[in-house]
């Protein structure tokens, strides 16, 4: 055996990450240098006291263990080199080479060992898997139980973000709570953010609306510390996106929003957004804790060491100076609407919209695909605001008064967004009309139904040009003898009703508001019906109707009533003049025995006769009944 073993595609876990690289054993030490990183890692051979051999996901792998309690892991090896390695282990190091296998049960009950910079939960003395306590980021405890969060790699496609212990109560140590005792331990080694030295500034007790409580907020070089009364938390200056100051609605108060990726967890909530409510009556004096050299070196002529003002001014201004990459967006309008269950503020902005703030929402208009004006459902008083981006997701924002259709149909248009409902002029005209009785939706419904009518016009025409069947001769008749029908048509003629109900009529009939629109003959006045008059007698077509009703059903099983009516009009076209004619004749009547309820029979009678005799009158009541 030589004097160096040497192995190539061996590869080291970075939190998540497989890097491959080439390691090589030596009598002097273990050197590995990652492909992708140039990382060198040598240890000493003098240093090495253990050395396990074990079955991993990407074949065999070594766990190498320091005096100075620093481990190493590398994998990638085959069933074969154990021999050889164990060998030179033995001959060099005089280490033995000690295979331990892994419990692969699945059980999620175990014990949690610290060794070193390692925590492993073991089932029955085989490790399940083992944690480096230098990727853990945060560690948060709760009622018997303990949170790990880790650093992420961005070279990573999935990544680990948290792991939670339960931790039994102790029976036997009452004196030291076993949950803090767990915390203690990963706090000892992991990388987590430590309050070192004094803050630059602190401000007491501001308002929180996400997360909700009061916290005080110290400001750190590298971070940014919330300390409430249940909760607290460190945030780095790396993880906030960008920074928006808002005006309320009442114009006495304002909003400042701090975007977050990754956010912040209360449990099993995450929080993106960091609202923060301040009056704008509240002022401060303001000192930072840093001599008047550092604070110009440091933030340039960005702040001084001695500030006043109003208090959202001086975190806004201490926020921008730390986080210097990041601009502050600045709302001055805003409007007033819902978003799902609760009620809030919806900012338009010079790149995007921002809601505050249950659930706080931000939209760039990079993501947004297109949007549409809605009616609302409630009331013809608001409209609805549908956002929907380019991943499919669609956001409501409803409940807008009718008043901000204008300004906001306005900075859409400017912001060249894709409005989805643009096809009808009637849009454009309302976003800059002052009238405040226009109605978008309504116009767009009336355009709807005139090209319905025109296509129904168009039907008519193409099949109704035989003289001896022309439904529309029988309107006035139709009108006169349902009087619901021909009041409803002269509706658009009385002025006393309310917007509201003219609105429901419309929508109900939207090809008859269509047709009142038109400029047309004005009606003749109607005659008042006489109540004791007699009937005119039936047309041609209706009387043909009756006697071929039943053929017509015979002849289609199952036919509905709406469908026989079609099918006796495309008949009635298709029959020749002179069999139209022949139905139009008086003989055509037909000579109807009728019989009274007392059992007497009476004498038939003629349709066509003179209807002015009383008489005559009272048989074609008879008649005009279905009696055979």
């Not at 000493?44 to 100075?68: D, F, Y």
């Not at 490790?127 to 790990?148: D, H, M, R, W, Y």
Request: overall charge negative.
């Amino acid at each position: 055996m030589g004097d160096t073993l040497e192995f190539n595609e061996i590869y080291q876990e970075v939190k998540g990450s497989w890097n491959d690289g080439r390691l090589r054993f030596s009598k002097q030490n273990v050197v590995y240098k990652s492909s992708k990183t140039g990382k060198v890692d040598s240890i000493p051979a003098g240093e090495l006291n253990m050395a396990q051999w074990r079955r991993v996901c990407l074949g065999h792998g070594i766990k190498l263990g320091t005096s100075t309690g620093h481990i190493y892991k590398y994998d990638g090896f085959r069933d074969t080199d154990f021999e050889k390695i164990s060998e030179f282990f033995k001959t060099n190091y005089k280490v033995e080479l000690a295979e331990k296998d892994m419990c692969v049960k699945g059980w999620n009950w175990g014990t949690a060992k610290f060794s070193g910079p390692l925590l492993s939960f073991d089932i029955n003395d085989n490790t399940a898997f083992e944690i480096p306590l230098s990727n853990v980021s945060q560690c948060a405890t709760g009622k018997n139980e303990v949170t790990l969060e880790f650093h992420q790699n961005d070279d990573t496609e999935v990544s680990l973000m948290e792991v939670r212990f339960y931790v039994p109560p102790s029976q036997s140590d009452e004196r030291q709570d076993p949950v803090e005792a767990f915390a203690q331990n990963v706090l000892s080694k992991a990388d987590v953010i430590q309050a070192t030295g004094d803050a630059v500034c602190i401000f007491k007790e501001l308002q929180c609306l996400t997360p909700r409580g009061r916290y005080d907020i110290r400001i750190y070089p590298t971070f940014l510390h919330l300390h409430g009364k249940t909760f607290d938390y460190k945030i780095p200056y790396t993880t906030v996106l960008r920074l928006f100051l808002l005006p309320h609605k009442d114009q006495r108060q304002m909003f400042f929003v701090i975007s977050l990726d990754p956010p912040i967890k209360q449990g099993q909530t995450r929080y993106h957004f960091l609202i923060l409510l301040f009056s704008k009556e509240e002022d401060i004096n303001l000192t930072l804790n840093m001599s008047e050299e550092d604070v110009e070196r440091r933030f340039e002529g960005k702040l001084s060491k001695n500030m006043s003002g109003s208090l959202y001014e001086m975190v806004s201004r201490v926020m921008k100076a730390l986080v210097p990459s990041t601009n502050i967006h600045s709302g001055a309008q805003c409007i007033t609407c819902s978003y799902k269950a609760s009620s809030g503020l919806l900012y338009p902005l010079e790149r995007g919209f921002i809601y505050v703030h249950k659930p706080p929402v931000h939209l760039r208009f990079e993501e947004i695909s297109c949007v549409n004006f809605a009616r609302g459902t409630t009331t013809t008083r608001s409209f609805d605001f549908e956002i929907e981006t380019k991943q499919g997701n669609q956001y409501t924002f409803s409940s807008i008064e009718r008043e901000e259709y204008g300004k906001l149909f306005d900075f859409v248009n400017a912001k060249k967004l894709n409005i989805k409902n643009r096809g009808f002029k009637e849009i454009d005209e309302y976003s800059d009309s002052d009238d405040d009785q226009h109605d978008a939706y309504l116009e767009r419904m009336k355009a709807e139904g005139k090209i319905r009518e025109e296509g129904n016009d168009s039907d008519d025409s193409d099949g109704g040009s035989d003289e001896s069947f022309n439904p529309g001769e029988e309107d006035d008749d139709i009108a006169e003898e349902y009087d619901s029908n021909a009041s409803a048509s002269d509706s658009s003629d009385e002025g006393s009703e309310s917007e509201d109900e003219s609105a429901k009529k419309k929508k109900a009939k939207k090809a008859k508001v269509v047709k009142e629109k038109k400029e047309k003959k004005p009606r003749k006045e109607k005659k008042q019906k006489d109540t004791g008059g007699p009937k005119r007698p039936m047309s041609a077509y209706m009387l043909w109707l009756n006697s071929s009703r039943e053929r017509i059903k015979a002849d289609n099983p199952g036919i509905s009533i709406t469908e026989i009516s079609k099918k006796a009009g495309e008949m009635w076209r298709q029959l020749g003049k002179d069999e139209k004619e022949s139905w139009s004749k008086p003989d055509s009547q037909e000579q109807t025995l009728v019989t009274s309820d007392s059992g007497e029979e009476k004498l038939p009678f003629n349709r066509q006769k003179s209807r002015t005799d009383p008489d005559s009158w009272r048989m074609a009541v008879y008649l005009d009944q279905d009696v055979t």
